[in-house]
């Protein structure tokens, strides 16, 4: 089956600690994106790859870091620089100028 | 900067009711699209309006799109309980690039027996 598929679904971080999120899809598309949800909150984006080995920064991008050496792969390292990181993420991948496919998402939490 | 409002952020109502579900957005855009979350879950696709005065129909939901008003409705008809979860509407830039959507901050929809 086609989809999109993200892990670990929880993940716990320590202070100080790096934490890298997991994204793959097998639908072929060439634009992926990770984006932010908090509580009651809407989406915002961290950053999107719209090809491999290129990525672009969405709204939020401060303390966290992304690859794009595959096509269909897009892990996303939060890293100890982002002090809030306690949010559920999800990844999406799209084709151009398609709509967006989402992953089940993977809820982060502060130890 | 493209910004999303959608209201109400929060809806009560009852079984067999209709409503109405408003997203505005602030520039000009040519895709609108329209997102049910469940709680925990990820985002389930509802629809797509790509031009001006598209409508499109799925059991009890409706959606329309008026690019010149800057506006889509999501139009719910004789809503039942399973209809109860999360909407959100996004809208992506008028270049038609994939830059990533801009997503309002969601409805939170309650239907009560």
């Known amino acids: 089956d086609g989809g999109i598929t993200q892990s670990p679904k929880y993940l716990f971080r320590k202070e100080g600690q790096n934490v890298t999120l997991s994204c793959e899809q097998n639908?072929?598309?060439?634009?992926m994106y990770w984006y932010r949800q908090d509580p009651g909150q809407g989406l915002r984006l961290i950053y999107y790859?719209?090809?491999?080995?290129?990525?672009q920064k969405g709204d939020i991008a401060e303390g966290y870091s992304v690859s794009r050496e595959k096509k269909e792969s897009f892990p996303l390292t939060v890293t100890s620089a982002q002090k809030n990181p306690t949010a559920f993420y999800l990844c999406?991948?799209?084709?151009?100028?398609?709509?967006?496919?989402f992953g089940s998402g993977t809820q982060l939490s502060v130890l | 900067e493209l910004k999303v409002e959608q209201n109400p952020l929060f809806l009560s109502m009852q079984e067999g009711k209709n409503y109405t579900i408003y997203c505005n957005y602030s520039?000009?855009?040519?895709?609108l699209y329209w997102y049910r979350q469940d709680p925990g879950k990820s985002l389930e696709s509802l629809f797509v309006?790509?031009?001006?005065?598209a409508v499109k129909q799925e059991g009890r939901l409706m959606a329309s799109l008026d690019t010149k008003a800057r506006l889509s409705t999501l139009h719910i008809t004789a809503a039942v309980h399973d209809l109860s979860a999360t909407y959100f509407c996004?809208?992506?830039?008028?270049?038609?690039?994939?830059?990533?959507?801009?997503f309002g901050k969601g409805t939170h929809l309650i239907i009560q027996p």
């Open positions: 999406a991948s799209s084709p151009r100028m398609g709509k967006l496919f």
């Open positions: 639908l072929n598309h060439d634009a």
């Open positions: 790859s719209q090809i491999v080995n290129d990525f």
């Open positions: 520039t000009t855009s040519d895709r």
């Open positions: 309006l790509l031009s001006n005065g």
């Open positions: 996004a809208v992506g830039d008028s270049g038609g690039g994939a830059d990533g959507l801009t």
